[in-house]
């Protein structure tokens, strides 16, 4: 299916392109890849194929034991998570539906310390970030961590997944492009 690549260089790949998650992979820890400290946006379009009752995560970063971030769905809901000390949980989950085999994009935008959450370019709802933990884990594509022994994998297609670090890129409801991201 892919080309033989590492990890980081099949993230930047799916700019423009999709990729059916059967299992997980990890991108190894990077600075690139730590949203600490200012404003971001993380968007993806996702396309489940099955959904298990909790959570879904199709994007984190850190460990079992050094939790940071990760951006999540259900058929219920969308779920941004973050860690303030590397083990204390901290949620933002918004309720909304989301269908099986169906395409939908997620954006999760957070400009100081709001936390605005949209789905198909609707604006769903918002919550309070205050801190987070400033670890340097892996991040992990299709599932929750490396975590053993739960399911919080993510089952599906993914594509034009990315983080834009230092710009909050909507702040009202808006219209997802259906082109391939450039940046």
């Known amino acids: 299916f892919f080309k033989q690549k590492t990890a980081y260089e099949m993230l930047r790949s799916l700019v423009g392109s999709e990729m059916c998650i059967r299992d997980s992979f990890q ?26 009752a909790s959570y879904n995560y199709f994007m984190s970063k850190g460990g079992n034991s050094t939790r940071e971030w990760g951006f999540s769905i259900s058929a219920s809901n969308i779920v941004v998570y973050w860690s303030q000390n590397g083990s204390n949980d901290q949620t933002i989950i918004k309720t909304v539906t989301n269908n099986l085999n169906e395409w939908m994009h997620v954006a999760f935008v957070k400009n100081g310390t709001d936390i605005a959450i949209f ?65």
């Not at 991108?27 to 298990?52: F, K, R």
């Open 119 to 183: 789905k198909n370019g609707s604006f769903i709802g918002n919550g309070t970030f205050n801190s987070i933990y400033s670890g340097n884990g892996v991040t992990t594509i299709g599932r929750l961590f490396q975590y053993t022994g739960i399911s919080h994998s993510f089952d599906g297609y993914i594509s034009n997944l990315r983080i834009v670090k230092g710009q909050a890129l909507y702040a009202k409801n808006f219209t997802p492009t259906t082109e391939a991201l450039i940046s």
């Open 27 to 52: 991108i190894g820890a990077s600075t690139e890849h730590q949203i600490y400290g200012g404003d971001y946006t993380v968007e993806a379009w996702l396309y489940p194929t099955a959904l298990n």
